[in-house]
């Protein structure tokens, strides 16, 4: 679709970093400040549904977004991690798996309600430290799958 965001796939450096590519997903690190080590798993085509795709397409993107949800546990230690996807304002299959914290600033709502705290900058300047090991674990993690 010519005025999906997602399909026309141009990321700014201020919007994140394509971390990986296969032939069908890829898996974006979110330059968010609030929220250090967020991730996107993207279908590369325009599908709208999950049960748009077939049952291997299915589980293989479930199996990346399993292995981003593993690296994210892994480096950045989150009190939980938030899986979702929604589609609401885009709706091209897209998942996003989101390292949560109890000091962050809108927990325990999701991260698209309205702000619970403030988030101490030693804490955010720690998370966003931690992000440089990201994109190895999610490769390392993703080549694990094959
Ligand atoms: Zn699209």
Redesign the pocket.
Known sequence: ?SN?I??KDELKPEEGTLIWRGDDCRVILVNDPDLPGFCRVIWNH?VRELSDLTYGERELLMNLVNAVEEAVRHVMHPDKVNLAALGNQVP?IHWHVIPRYKDDAFFPGSVWSARTQQTLGSALEERRLKTLDLPAAIKSAIAALS
């Open positions: 679709m999906c997602l399909c325009h091209h």
